[in-house]
């Protein structure tokens, strides 16, 4: 590739990120898109600016980097979480290295790389991207100690800035651990592989265990039932019921009619709403009785429970012991909090676990395989000689210097981006098919998946298949891979250099704008005609952390070999910091994402131990380049350097990985001492109790001020409100009205809820202590 081919995908990729910056800055103060950028809340707020016209509303404006900039770790701390806090880290950690890099690399490598070789230079447009890189040093040059020595500076300062963020951050997560003093999963230890017993059910089983060998720090008990079915009715019920806050004040008048409208595709005809006939006195005669005989449903126990203890220090000891001389029953840990709970993968028995782990491992193996081929043929577009010679008819359109610049510059990492897509979702799945016991461990295990996958396919594949497409059996042989990619790598290099380009620009500008969020709020609104919009979702932790570490890794590798990747490689990571924390501010975050659950940091060791793995990579790499190059001054001098480099990450396992693992016993300690001491021991024990209901009270659905008229046929109304007392003051925007409430059965889904929840919820089982 010649360098008018990355100035080509360099423009193109910049055009669309300053389009897309544009569209955000104008979108974001559109009143119709504020529930996108905004949420709920501040969207009720601007519903006076819905009609009115503001010039300043069409003008694209930075006040957003301001205001991203201006956020402090602390509020983003307080606002999304410990995981939040670990990705601007990480961002950080990018920035600093790497500005490093490209000052030393930049204007220290790169000159000899293209002055490497007594030849005539032409153009630089015209000029080749392998001039710049270590491939057009002479070999046994001596300006080669030169780059030695900027490997030396890069691998030291990225060791220094690592220990400083892995101390930083196993801070933080002490101080994560002593701040949530009434968190009940600090108290909970979830036990599977309870024995089933022919004369005895699992909560016997569960109380005869642990009454027996825990009896001091024992508290209670409660075991997971499965009722799959019945819980997704009640989650239906509760998500149609919770619709109805929204409506605080609304009176609806039974005189409305149905609209009749075409439909936007077909044409055909559809009624707005249907009136349902209720009669209110009939409603309040035919109340479900909870104690009612008929409405109880057999419960299914399963072998899991979740046992709560009198201390935090004595639920850590369970969990970490092993409880039997068979590793596969009572096999306890700590529990994860309510919110975070996978109910469903509870219910499967303990021994499928280690199957369901081989089975999604072989799964993988053979999507990466599957893989090779788009990407051997994306590979393809870069070789223009091989890809004249497989398709003839192609001679003439790649005469042409403009086609010739957008096929090698811009299509191929286009095209793999577009087979990338279909990453994520797929490891998710698989990651689900585990059996893992949280909705964080779950995103986690994907997040390990997808930047396994990414860096084979992404890297290895194209090094190894990229440089010579008609000899893929090279990821056969181990023994020359390392030579294969002191040789490739230098040449993808300008590959990797237009993938950061399309992959990195552009996501951040579809992350900013919020694509998928944007498109779905125009369908509800304009072609599906629905109001409400509850499509708030967590922060895609196990697409985005493989994302940015990836390109770390195309950094550390690429540095030295290939210093012109830096500057679009530190653009990139500067733009993600803007990009990033204006997704965390803590009047965006709460709205465009929705943190229900956090790992407390667990998202650092996987960052760590890649960087360190880019490290040990980038320094093999070099090693054998310094060798083809017969430079053996320089290849002696790497061998430390790598030894070095694994000593440091193993005094980091050491010294820091262990907190990431457990919790401190004496921070648990201190903290049951400090509850004592307080005297809010007992509240906390009996907090625990409800603190694992798999249904619990739908006392948390508020229905304030939600009022149902029925007319009779002469006219006269009666009206039936909730239980829940009218606010008096409310302010006059809030007050709507809507056609489709007519008559609206909100006594009857609020008795359905309850009912439900009464019948489902578990009674505690407690010892009498």
Not at 62 to 84: F, H, M, N, Q, Y
Not at 115 to 121: A, E, I, K, P
Not at 143 to 160: E, G, N, R, T
Not at 696 to 718: A, C, F, M, Q, Y
């Amino acid at each position: 590739m010649k360098v008018g081919g990355l100035l080509a995908s360099a423009g193109i990729n910049i055009g669309l990120c300053v389009l897309f910056l544009s569209l955000y800055s104008i979108l974001r103060k559109q009143p119709q898109n504020v529930k996108v950028y905004f949420g709920r809340r501040i969207a009720e707020e601007n519903n006076r600016l819905r009609d009115a016209f503001i010039l300043e509303r069409f003008v694209p404006s930075p006040s957003w980097i301001v205001k991203s900039l201006r956020c402090t770790e602390d509020e983003l701390l307080a606002t999304a979480g410990l995981d939040a806090v670990v990705f601007n880290r990480i961002l950080v950690f990018s920035i600093r290295i790497f500005s490093l890099a490209a000052i030393l690399c930049v204007f220290g490598i790169l000159p000899l790389n293209y002055f490497g070789q007594d030849m005539h230079h032409v153009r630089i447009p015209s000029a080749s991207l392998e001039t710049f890189t270590i491939g057009n040093m002479q070999e046994r040059s001596r300006w080669l100690w030169v780059h030695c020595v900027v490997l030396y500076i890069i691998s030291v300062a990225a060791c220094v800035l690592l220990y400083s963020e892995y101390k930083h951050i196993a801070r933080l997560r002490l101080c994560h651990i002593s701040r949530s003093t009434s968190n009940p999963s600090h108290f909970t230890v979830l036990v599977r592989g309870i024995p089933k017993s022919s004369t005895e059910s699992f909560n016997k089983t569960v109380q005869s265990f642990f009454t027996k060998y825990h009896a001091s720090s024992y508290l209670s008990h409660q075991v997971v039932y499965k009722v799959g079915k019945v819980q997704k009715i009640v989650s239906g019920a509760k998500k149609v019921y919770r619709k109805f806050r929204h409506f605080k004040g609304t009176k609806v008048d039974q005189r409305c009619r149905s609209i009749t409208f075409q439909c936007c595709f077909c044409g055909a005809s559809s009624n707005s709403f249907q009136l349902l006939p209720i009669d209110f006195e009939q409603e309040e005669s035919e109340k479900p009785d909870v104690n009612d005989s008929s409405l109880s449903l057999p419960d299914e126990e399963c072998g899991a429970a979740f046992v709560f203890f009198k201390t935090r220090y004595a639920a850590l000891v369970v969990a970490k012991i092993l409880q039997t001389s068979n590793p596969m029953r009572w096999v306890t840990s700590l529990a994860p909090e309510r919110d975070d709970i996978y109910w469903s993968n509870l219910w499967l028995p303990y021994k499928q676990i280690w199957i369901r782990h081989i089975a999604t491992l072989l799964g993988s193996i053979v999507f990466m395989f599957i893989f090779l081929l788009p990407v051997t043929f994306i590979q393809g577009l870069t070789q223009l000689e091989q890809l004249q010679q497989r398709l003839p008819f192609l001679r003439g359109i790649l005469k042409k210097n403009y086609m010739t610049q957008l096929i090698t510059g811009y299509l191929p990492s286009v095209i793999l981006q577009i087979f990338l897509y279909t990453v994520p979702p797929t490891m998710m799945l698989f990651s689900t098919l585990e059996g893992p016991i949280s909705h964080s461990e779950r995103k986690k295990s994907a997040c390990c998946k997808v930047l396994y996958f990414t860096i084979w396919n992404v890297f290895f594949v194209n090094v190894l298949s990229g440089s010579a497409i008609s000899q893929v059996i090279a990821l056969s042989s181990p023994k020359a891979i390392p030579m294969q990619l002191a040789r490739a790598v230098p040449v993808q290099a300008t590959f990797f250099t237009t993938y950061v380009l399309t992959s990195g620009w552009a996501s951040l500008s579809s992350e900013l704008m919020q694509l998928f969020a944007l498109t779905w709020n125009f369908i509800r609104r304009y072609i599906l005609r629905m109001t409400e919009d509850d499509f708030l979702y967590s922060f895609p932790y196990h697409t985005e952390v493989p994302k940015v570490l990836l390109f770390g890794l195309l950094g550390f590798t690429c540095a030295v070999l290939a210093p012109l990747i830096l500057p679009f490689l530190l653009l990139y990571f500067c733009l993600g910091y803007v990009v990033y924390r204006n997704q965390f501010l803590p009047f965006q975050f709460l709205n465009v994402y929705c943190t229900k659950y956090d790992t407390g940091g667990l998202y650092w060791p996987i960052a760590h131990n890649t960087t360190i793995f880019s490290l040990v990579l980038a320094q093999i790499i070099c090693l054998g380049v310094f060798g083809l190059k017969e430079s053996p001054v320089a290849a002696g001098f790497t061998v430390p350097l790598i030894i070095f480099t694994l000593l440091f990450n193993q005094y980091c396992r050491k010294r820091h990985l262990p907190l990431f693992k457990t919790f401190p016993a004496q921070n648990l300690i201190d903290m049951d001492q400090e509850d004592q001491q307080m005297g809010r021991t007992e509240d906390l024990n009996e907090r625990l109790h409800s603190a694992y209901f798999q249904f619990p009270d739908t006392d948390d659905i508020p229905l304030e001020g939600v009022h149902t008229n029925s007319r009779d046929k002469d006219g006269s109304g009666t009206c039936g409100e909730s239980s829940r007392k009218e606010n008096a003051d409310d302010d006059p925007i809030d007050v709507l009205s809507h056609p489709t409430l007519d008559r609206l059965p909100v006594s009857q889904l609020r008795n359905v809820v309850r009912s439900l929840s009464s019948i489902l919820r578990p009674q505690r089982r407690e010892l009498p202590v």
